[in-house]
Nanobody
Framework: QVHLVESGGGLVQAGGSLRLSCAASGSIFSINAMGWYRQTPGKQRELVAT???????NYADSVKGRFTISRDNAKNTVYLQMNSLKPEDTAVYYCAAKIRVAPASLLYDYWGQGTQVTVSS
């Protein structure tokens, strides 16, 4: 089994910062892309940022210049540094990873349980 566990969410004032972490554990052979998504009630889950094994990054336009995604491949961990937070960043943030559990297995998508980020105005 594979588990993704997020941490670092919470309540912060507008303009503040938070750092999210997500550690993958379990039966992991390799991890391809890792990323962060977010969801608010009544809306679809949306991409925030992704990073591949080599470090190439992709960001949603709404977070460019404010959020930074990084990863530690040795620790199977992905981070999201969120600066200059806005009330519209309030959401449940989920991490995701494309993981291969054996050398010949397919890549499967795994998700964390989500962590709440609330930005007050």
């Amino acid at each position: 089994q594979v588990h993704l566990v997020e941490s670092g969410g919470g309540l912060v004032q507008a303009g503040g910062s938070l750092r999210l972490s997500c550690a993958a554990s379990g039966s992991i052979f390799s991890i391809n892309a890792m990323g962060w998504y977010r969801q608010t009630p009544g809306k679809q889950r949306e991409l925030v940022a992704t990073i591949d094994y080599g470090g190439s990054r992709n960001y949603a336009d709404s977070v460019k210049g404010r959020f930074t995604i990084s990863r530690d491949n040795a620790k199977n961990t992905v981070y999201l540094q969120m600066n200059s937070l806005k009330p519209e960043d309030t959401a449940v943030y989920y991490c995701a990873a494309k993981i291969r559990v054996a050398p010949a297995s397919l890549l499967y998508d795994y998700w964390g349980q989500g962590t709440q980020v609330t930005v007050s105005s």
